[in-house]
């Protein structure tokens, strides 16, 4: 077998969890993925230092890193903040937007088209303008806005098919027509910065499920997700087990997926456990939130319309504290996942097959199959990077 790369080390997906393996690349697609005894061709001898390699991650959910905001409209800082998390080993991305002007939302969305047009991410997540007021995090509430369906479909006409999901407040008067409206558009409803009750969020998640499954036009996966769990939502009491509890109980039963910003910050890493325990590693999505301060210094920066200071790797809102997303890459998340008790296989799941199946590319991204385009995250034993492939290509480590 003549092959243009193959690596040898343990390889970890959901798929697979095989000690010795061989990854052979071909025409920038995975050739082989499986056993060093069952590959079909010269052995590559074992690295020195022993690799693990894993397939590209893929994140739902971030603003922005290496300085650049996907909300602040510059073109080239989006791409440059794109190609930092592809040699992060994040692969394949949305670009999430927080809440904006509509003008300011329109242009966006327009402007992250192209990138999705080259290749750069995957499509956009707009997180916002129809979020609850009393829970609305580091979204400025003065753009806060009730659903709007010709605002929708303005904002779909911009995106041009590249918006991939859209965070909405389950309890706002229109919320569930608008789950039916970007279903219908191949668009992923998200419960998220929300103050609906239990019955509430379920209703929502089960019309998501419903309407994402019957739709006909175009598709990506077929479950809603919830925007980073516990996260501007009301806690989990037992009295009053609001959007929580119903997210859990959608995931468990595998209707719905659940983003966990699993980065030591925004959530206990028992609570990382927890539901990994609870609703298993196949209804959950690893995802950042990072923004612009990934891969940078301390310092303030933005985040929409806000100023956000990060002091010690935390953002938070200037003057109110909110915390301001994250500011970690999804790698850095899978690892700390791992640290708190998750199975490496688990993570990597939750990281990769998870999220790809929600955007409906289950084919083209998050595992190691033959066939698949060849993203792969090469680590050592301590799970540090040590190379990252892109469509078969090494990607250069910026920053």
Known sequence: MDRE??????????TL?????????????VAFAGPASRFP?????????????????VDLHCHGAYGSDFSAGDSEGAARAARYLHSRGTTTLLASLVTGAPADLVRNLRMLKELAGQGLVAGSHLEGPFLSGRQHGAHDPALLLSPDPELVAELLAAAGGSLASMTLAAELPGALELADQLSAHGVVPSLGHTAADHPGAAAFLSRAAAALSSAVGPKRG???TVTHLFNAMPPLHHRSPGPVSASLSAARAGKAVV??????VHLA?????????LVGAGNIALVTDSMA?????????RLGSLSVTVSTGVARVEGTGAVAGGTSTLLDVVRSTVSAGVPLQDAVTAASAVPASVLGLSGQ???????????????????????????????????
Request: hydrophobic fraction near 45%; charge should be negative; charged fraction near 25%.
């Open 269 to 277: 890493p028992e609570t990382v456990k927890l539901v990994f325990d």
């Open 17 to 29: 969890d095989i000690p010795d393996g061989v990854l052979a690349v071909d025409g920038g697609l």
């Open 365 to 399: 991204a998050g595992d190691l199959r033959a066939g698949m385009p060849a993203d792969v995250v090469m680590l050592d034993q301590d799970l540090k990077l040590a190379g990252v492939l892109r469509r078969g290509a090494w990607v250069g480590v910026t920053g």
């Open 41 to 57: 061709g010269v052995l590559p001898k074992p690295a020195p230092a022993p690799r693990i390699l894993l397939p590209g991650l």
């Open 5 to 14: 790369l193959v690596l040898r080390g343990q390889i970890v997906s959901a």
């Open 259 to 264: 983003e966990l910003i699993a980065d030591d």
């Open 222 to 224: 077929t479950r809603p």
């Open 293 to 301: 301060a990934t891969g940078m210094d301390d310092g303030h920066y």
